[in-house]
């Protein structure tokens, strides 16, 4: 009887090998031969999941950005507006093992996203879904304020997350970026 395959799962494990690649060795690492190898797989299965390279790129990205969304999703409701806010935003921050390995291949396939037209296409998805979940975090918190200070609140809130996503990569303490997060947002509901 032929052995029955869970696809899904074979890619997701695949991903997740191409992950711990890239994160250990970088983006120029993530080679079939590299993958298979730390996926423990034959080149030829790893082929036929992601026939290339781009594909496989394209795959770590997505995987990314679903997981993140999944977590944001099932988020159980908060008292308050802020706690909802901190904890919504916290999820797209790199505050745990997991999440920090998620925004090194969210920073590194970034950069390799300018020279790669499906890569570019998949992170500027990821960051358009950043960007409505922090317009909806700003409407939810500012609801009474005018169109165009929204849309600016928005600018700024994202560009904070990205920011203090790459100083939590180098450094800065989950407690400090947190508690920065947490001033702006408290900034945004009594606005």
């Known amino acids: 009887m032929p052995k029955l395959i869970d696809h899904q ?5 695949i991903v997740e090998a191409a992950w711990r690649v890239m994160v250990r060795d970088g983006a120029a690492a993530v080679s079939v031969r590299n993958v298979a190898a730390e996926a423990d797989l034959a080149t030829a299965s790893l082929r036929r999941a992601f026939p290339s390279q781009s594909d496989l790129l394209v795959a770590c990205l997505t995987l990314m950005g679903t997981r993140a969304e999944a977590r944001i999703r099932a988020l159980r409701p908060r008292p308050d507006a802020v706690a909802m806010a901190m904890a919504q935003l916290g999820e797209t921050m790199p505050l745990d093992d997991q999440r920090r390995v998620e925004m090194k291949v969210y ?4 950069i390799a996203a300018l020279s790669d037209p499906a890569l570019r296409a998949a ?18 918190l500012s609801p009474s304020a005018p169109r165009s ?3 600016r609140a928005t600018r700024h809130l994202h560009a904070l997350l990205d920011g203090l996503a790459l100083h939590l990569l180098h450094g800065m303490s989950p407690r400090a970026a947190t508690n920065t997060l947490r001033q702006y947002v408290l900034s945004l509901s009594k606005a």
């Open 107 to 110: 920073v590194v396939l970034g």
């Open 123 to 140: 992170h500027q998805r990821i960051d358009a879904g950043i960007e409505r979940l922090c317009a909806s975090v700003v409407a939810s």
């Open 9 to 13: 799962a074979r890619e997701e494990a």
């Open 149 to 151: 200070e929204r849309a």
